[in-house]
């Protein structure tokens, strides 16, 4: 498919023709120099008309609650009950796997160890069967993460397995403009390398990641919604786009954030619609 093939589309139609919308919210809502041009008007407007809407975002360093005042600071009036964040799906995967009262590890923020308290888990640093990467902290360096794999080796040692859950799997994150920080996805990578060359052919790791493009947090908007006819609005082909075409409902690409019209040629992701920005 050629690109000036996918139709454009603006907020009247996907508002008109959706029962339920969905937002990224970095590169779609704001971004490094703060929010962008129509999301408060949006966000007001879908509030003021009732219209079912709900925000899934990867972000897995902010609560709930966190995320909501801090989308508060920046004018969009979002309640907490319309954040659905990668971080939040740790509590219905820990009830689903039974693993309420599991000894874990975690690495990330402070609301990290939230999502985990609240989900049954007992923060172990010593002694734990599931690993929770949830947000690659700020103060991380190479003596965490040698600190991080020689904990997890010894863990390794004794046991046949260890759980890794990973909250957010972006490998990179915008940190200001045009420089990245790296994701708790990429701590993953590195940890499944180690422990392949420590434990080759093992198979050691069980791994489970959520937040876009992987389905739970889908499921979750679904859980809330009750219908298939929603629309994912955000600007990354490998995480909200793919993720969505997955699923199995329509995503439209938004052009104010990672992904620019010219670098769709040549992937086999396409999404259902373009949109400039949201202020269309
Ligand atoms: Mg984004």
Not at 214 to 233: D, G, H, L, P, S
Not at 270 to 276: A, E, G, I, M, N
Request: some cysteine; glycine content about 8%; aromatic content about 12%.
């Amino acid at each position: 498919m050629k690109v000036s093939n996918i139709p454009n589309t603006n907020i009247i139609y996907l508002i008109e023709n959706y029962e339920a919308l969905l937002f990224d919210a970095y590169g779609v809502l704001l971004n490094e120099f703060g929010v962008l041009p129509g999301a408060i008007n949006l966000i007001d407007k879908l509030n003021n008309t009732n219209k079912p809407y709900f925000i899934l975002t990867n972000d897995a360093s902010r609560s709930v609650p966190t995320s909501s005042n801090f989308y508060k600071s920046f004018g969009l009036e979002i309640p907490e009950e319309k954040i659905i964040t990668a971080g939040s799906l740790i509590y219905p995967y820990f009830q689903e796997n039974n693993l309420k009262g599991s000894k874990c590890r975690v690495i990330g923020t402070d609301d990290c160890f939230l999502y985990v308290a609240d989900a049954g888990g007992i923060v172990s640093d010593d002694d734990f069967d599931v690993l929770i990467i949830g947000a690659s902290p700020d103060n991380y360096n190479f003596s965490s993460i040698e600190d991080l794999v020689n904990n997890l080796f010894s863990m390794l040692d004794v046991k046949e397995k260890v759980s890794v859950v990973l909250l957010n799997p972006d490998l990179l994150y915008p940190k200001s403009t045009d420089y990245y920080g790296i994701g708790a996805g990429s701590i993953l990578l590195w940890l499944e390398s180690f422990v392949e060359v420590r434990y080759p052919g093992q198979s050691k790791l069980q791994i489970t990641r959520l937040g876009k493009p992987f389905k739970e947090i889908y499921q979750e908007a679904f859980r809330r919604t009750k219908t298939m006819n929603m629309v994912m609005v955000g600007d990354q082909l490998q995480t909200d786009i793919i993720g969505a075409n997955n699923f199995g409902i329509d995503s439209v690409l938004v052009h104010s954030g990672l992904t620019k019209n010219d670098t769709l040629t040549g992937q086999d992701i396409y999404p259902s619609y373009t949109l400039s920005s949201i202020n269309d």
